[in-house]
């Protein structure tokens, strides 16, 4: 079947509100490499957006699957459990930077722990208020929407949100961290009062929003303010865990702790597994049956997190993600010597990105687009983000073998010259 039959077929079989990137259908891949319907190769840098930080098809992760396929696919944890479960959360509460004994409680995806993260930071605090940021991400299900804080096309057209969600500026080049703190103060004194708040949430590197690097300090304001208003902090590490920004999760690289954590995307190298992992007592606020899916936990998924777990550990993919992400950013300040539209380069470890602006220094989103369509016609798949979409980010396998990693960067620098 050709690609152009293929997408014949999709735009009379699914909505339009399913919008796809690529017009070309995979059929095979491998670790960081795509093939598509008609034999063609693509390096792939979008890595299932950050869900590949092992790669596909990960030998470890393939093998645990299969392994798992012989035994059974499905109990529903809350009704027949299993130990691959209680041994995965095992192993996320050791790791995880959560100050004390910790908890886990897997679902399905980042949406839903997302969605659970927050039912839970309410149920223990007997609270309803949860304060998100500008650019931020956390998922297209309604609440998701609502914390989201990006309006198109995520909430274009679908009606009110839910109440007492609100947003304060997250720092960047025209906000500092003590603006966004007395931003956030002054929603205290005009929308809600703090000991209504039972969250603050917030990616510790924004993913969808552009790349943008929580400073230090910030992370330092929101631990005192939480500390101060009995407020929980939530980090989102949907797309920053795993490895990606050079430690297992991107709160590892500040010296406060959450109250919470979501997890998801790589945790599964493929298979749909997400996770809310905190404090004990924060975790047991709600009551049993409180908490839990059909799918969540899946024993399949459960299998290849820890597969997934194992890999990152044995092939040192935090430390890979470092120098990587340091070659990547080493290669992009050359180019930018040599192209007056790259206005920054930014990331942490592997989770990097660069920002493109017109002649004005105004966003430039089509820019983006033309530097996306002259990657791919040589085989290297690139994905955009940010408020004003004028951003690339790369989210390549971790595992991508030096010579390809090269071989992308080569084509990379050659679409942004253009």
């Known amino acids: 079947m050709k690609n152009q039959e293929l997408n014949t077929r999709r735009a009379q079989a699914t909505p339009r509100g399913v919008g796809v990137m690529c017009d070309f259908y ?197 631990r005192r303010v939480c500390d101060e208003h009995g407020i929980l902090l939530i980090a989102d590490e949907v797309q920053t865990g795993f490895a990606r920004t050079g430690k297992l999760f991107a709160m590892q690289h500040h010296d406060v702790k959450p109250d919470l954590m979501t997890i998801a995307k790589s945790l599964g190298g493929g298979m749909p597994i997400s996770g809310v992992v905190g404090r004990a007592e924060v975790m047991d606020g709600p009551a049993p049956g409180g908490l839990g899916g059909t799918y969540a936990g899946n024993a399949l998924s459960v299998a290849a997190a820890l597969a997934v777990l194992d890999v990152i550990e044995e092939e040192k993919l935090c430390e890979r993600s470092a120098r990587l992400g340091e070659q990547l950013m080493g290669r992009l300040d050359s180019v930018r010597k040599e192209v007056p539209g790259i206005a920054d380069v930014r990331g942490l470890g592997s989770m990097v990105a660069v920002e493109l602006v017109d002649a004005d220094g105004k966003p430039d989103a089509e820019a983006v687009k033309r530097v996306q369509a002259r990657a791919m016609q040589q085989g290297l798949i690139l994905l955009s983000c940010g408020v004003y979409g004028n951003v690339l980010r790369f989210l390549y396998p971790l595992t991508i073998p030096d010579a390809q990693f090269a071989r992308a960067l080569d084509i990379l620098a050659d679409a942004l010259k253009g």
Not at 93 to 107: C, Y
Not at 112 to 136: C, D, H, L, M, Q
Not at 143 to 157: E, H, I
Not at 200 to 222: D, H, K, S, W, Y
């Open 26 to 222: 995979a059929v095979r891949a491998e670790n960081a490499t795509l093939w598509d319907a008609e034999g063609r190769e693509y390096i792939d840098f979008a890595g299932g957006i950050a869900v590949l930080n092992t790669g596909h098809l990960h030998p470890k992760v393939q093998a645990a699957v299969a392994a798992q396929l012989q035994q059974f696919t499905h109990t529903a944890y809350q009704i027949v459990p299993y130990e691959g479960y209680v041994a995965l959360a095992e192993r996320i509460n050791a790791l995880a930077p959560i100050d004390g004994p910790a908890k886990t409680a897997f679902f399905t995806t980042g949406a839903e722990a997302v969605e659970n993260a927050v039912k839970i930071a309410r149920s223990y605090t007997g609270r309803s208020g949860v304060i998100a940021f500008g650019g931020a991400f956390h998922g297209r299900t309604l609440l998701g929407m609502a914390l989201t804080g990006k309006v198109a096309p995520y909430k274009l057209s679908f009606g009110p949100m839910p109440a007492e969600i609100f947003h304060a500026p997250f720092p960047g080049a025209d906000v500092t961290v003590a603006e966004s703190i007395k931003a956030l103060e002054m929603l205290f004194k005009t929308d809600i009062d703090p000991k209504r708040v039972a969250a603050i949430i917030l990616e510790p590197v924004q993913g969808e929003g552009g790349f943008n690097v929580a400073p230090p300090e910030l992370m330092r304001e929101l």
